[in-house]
């Protein structure tokens, strides 16, 4: 029995920031930024899961795009 508790990683990513808007949506080498986080989180073995959770539809469409896990309030109802 492993000592670590069901864990699931989430990552928020917003569009609408003060200081980079657009940020999550930034190509790195070919993939928006949100993808490398993604990707490395899922790397780690004590996540069960790991969700993008974002409140902007073009961050949700590229998530989908790229068959990643994505959460929208729009789409799930907001968080309790």
Known sequence: MSKFPECHGII?????????????????KGKPMFWHVHDR?????????????????????AAEALDDRAASPERHGPCP
Request: with cysteine.
């Open 12 to 28: 928020p990513a917003r569009y609408d920031s003060s200081r980079f808007p657009g940020k999550p949506l930034i190509e790195i």
């Open 41 to 61: 989180a899922s790397r780690c073995p004590q996540l069960k899961s790991v969700t993008l959770a974002t409140d902007d539809q073009r961050i949700f469409d």
